[in-house]
Nanobody
Framework: QVQLVESGGGSVQAGGSLRLSCAASGYTYSYNCMGWVRQTPGKEREGVAA????????YYTESVKGRFTISQDNAKNTVYLQMNSLKPEDTAMYYCAAKRGWPCGTNPKLFDYWGQGTQVTVSS
């Protein structure tokens, strides 16, 4: 089993920045792909970004390219999501997710493990 704990959410004005963190614990060999998925009430989950640990390859949904950056710290078993130039439409609950094996990507259906989520609110 893998436990994922997110932190770093909050409220920010449009154009601002936030950095989300996701600390993983448990059987860390159980995953090699981690990602961020967001959801707003009444909408489907949307994959935002993902990173494949073995190669460092990253994946982004089109709407965040150039604004968000996903990165990993293997020593700390932590993945980060740096979010810049935030927009009101980025407002959502952000979930950290993980899986083992290939493929890796932003599709929420790929992931096996999920955190509890952290709220991001962007005001105009």
């Amino acid at each position: 089993q893998v436990q994922l704990v997110e932190s770093g959410g909050g409220s920010v004005q449009a154009g601002g920045s936030l950095r989300l963190s996701c600390a993983a614990s448990g059987y860390t060999y159980s995953y090699n792909c981690m990602g961020w998925v967001r959801q707003t009430p009444g909408k489907e989950r949307e994959g935002v970004a993902a990173i494949y640990y073995d190669s460092g390859r990253t994946y982004y949904t089109e709407s965040v390219k150039g604004r968000f950056t996903i990165s990993q710290d293997n020593a700390k078993n932590t993945v980060y999501l740096q979010m810049n130039s935030l927009k009101p439409e980025d407002t959502a609950m952000y979930y950290c997710a993980a899986k083992r094996g290939w493929p890796c990507g932003t599709n929420p259906k790929l992931f096996d493990y999920w955190g509890q989520g952290t709220q991001v609110t962007v005001s105009s």
